[in-house]
Structures are given as structure tokens and as C-alpha cells.
């Protein structure tokens, strides 16, 4: 058995808080949001972006780190320029662009404890945000869980799903990747299913 250390225990501490303070915040699935052969490349979305707004709010004013956009990876940084990695696949579903997220690395060196993003994708599953890229803007969209969690209330969402037995706990959607890709190819376009209020805004970073 390993001996915990109090380090070790305030950073699993900081973990726990950091996912209560997720809940509702993000869809998440056991599986893949997508199929393999919607995967691509996206050469443009690589290098650094400056934040704009993060979860809805304007940051533009903070002196965050810029996000270190990569081919399977993403550096994060929040408001308080914690740093979290993401690991990131980018796919398409009928011409739109989406990135299916995972908790990446935590990498000592950039900051002992993680940020909120890396927090959304430490449980073995799987986030998914529209991507939006107009020049040299990004804008990143979520999936809204109210939305999901109002059609489950009336019944009228096809996805499989559970939810552990316990008050504080999120729908966990169980669908496999080709209900997902479904799932997209109709309600890609639909901005009620993703939610404005949680988006990113990223203006790219000008060569000095």
C-alpha cells in the first residue's frame, strides 16, 4: 500500500473540488464522440491563441498564458494561470469541426496543482466542444448539459445514458461513437445544444 503524503492528499483535495465545481458544466461519454475516419487534421488551429473569454467571461483584461494549441494536445491556462493539458482529438461531421477532450498530463514544472479543464477530463470520459475558426479568431462551444438534461426529463433523447445514485451526480452518457456521430450530423448546427454561456473566445497571438 502507498503512503499518502499531505501533499499527495491536498492535491487529490484540490482534484475533488474542482469536479464538484464542474458538475452540470460538461456532457461527458464513456465512449468516443466520434468515428475514426472523421478524424483530421486542422494545421490552422496550431500554435498559440491569447484568451478573450473563458466559460463565458470576458478575460481579456488578465495577464492569462496563451493556449498552446497542438496536433493531440492543448496547454491551458485559466484565470489564475494554472496550467492543465488536454489531450485532444479534432474530427469533422458534416463540415463542422469538433474536438473530443481527455485530462492530458500534469506536469509538475508548469504548476502543482490543476486547472479546471484538466479537472473536466480526469474521470475516464470523454468532453466534446465545437470549434469555430474564422481567421485569427477561435471560438470554442461546449455542449449545454441543461439541454440534455431537459430532453432526458421528457424523454425525448435517443442516447444511453446512467447516473450514479447519488443527488450531486451528472447524467453519464454510455452511447457508443456511431450514436454520436448521429447525435452530430443532426444537431451539429443547433446552438441550443451547444451553450454560449460556458464558450471560449481566442484571438491568436501576434508575432512580436
Excluded at 492543448?74 to 463542422?96: A, M, P, R
Excluded at 469541426?97 to 473536466?120: E, S
Aim: net charge positive; hydrophobic share 40%; charged share 25%.
Amino acid at each position: 500500500m502507498l503512503k499518502q503524503t499531505g501533499g499527495d492528499m491536498k492535491k487529490i483535495s484540490v482534484i475533488l473540488t474542482l469536479l464538484v465545481i464542474l458538475s452540470g458544466c460538461y456532457v461527458q461519454s464513456i465512449n468516443l464522440f466520434y468515428t475514426r475516419d472523421l478524424v483530421t487534421m486542422v494545421p490552422q488551429i496550431l500554435g498559440e491563441w491569447e484568451s478573450i473569454v473563458q466559460l463565458g467571461k470576458d478575460v481579456s483584461s488578465l495577464k492569462i498564458h496563451p493556449w498552446k494549441f497542438g496536433e493531440k494536445a492543448v496547454e491551458t491556462y485559466d484565470g489564475e494561470n494554472k496550467f492543465g493539458e488536454l489531450e485532444v482529438v479534432y474530427f469533422k461531421v458534416n463540415g463542422n469541426l469538433f474536438m473530443d477532450f481527455t485530462a492530458g498530463r500534469m506536469v509538475p514544472d508548469k504548476h502543482y496543482y490543476p486547472n479546471i479543464y484538466w479537472a473536466a477530463g480526469v474521470l475516464p470520459c470523454h468532453s466534446l466542444c465545437r470549434v469555430v475558426l474564422n481567421k485569427d479568431t477561435m471560438i470554442i462551444t461546449p455542449l449545454d448539459y441543461d439541454w440534455f438534461v431537459n430532453k432526458i426529463k421528457k424523454k425525448q433523447l435517443s442516447l444511453k445514458y446512467i447516473k450514479p445514485n447519488y443527488s450531486t451526480s451528472n447524467y453519464v452518457f454510455i452511447s457508443d461513437s456511431a450514436d454520436w456521430v448521429n447525435f452530430l450530423k443532426k444537431y451539429g448546427n443547433d446552438d441550443r445544444v451547444f451553450n454560449p454561456k460556458r464558450r471560449f473566445i481566442f484571438r491568436r497571438k501576434r508575432a512580436r
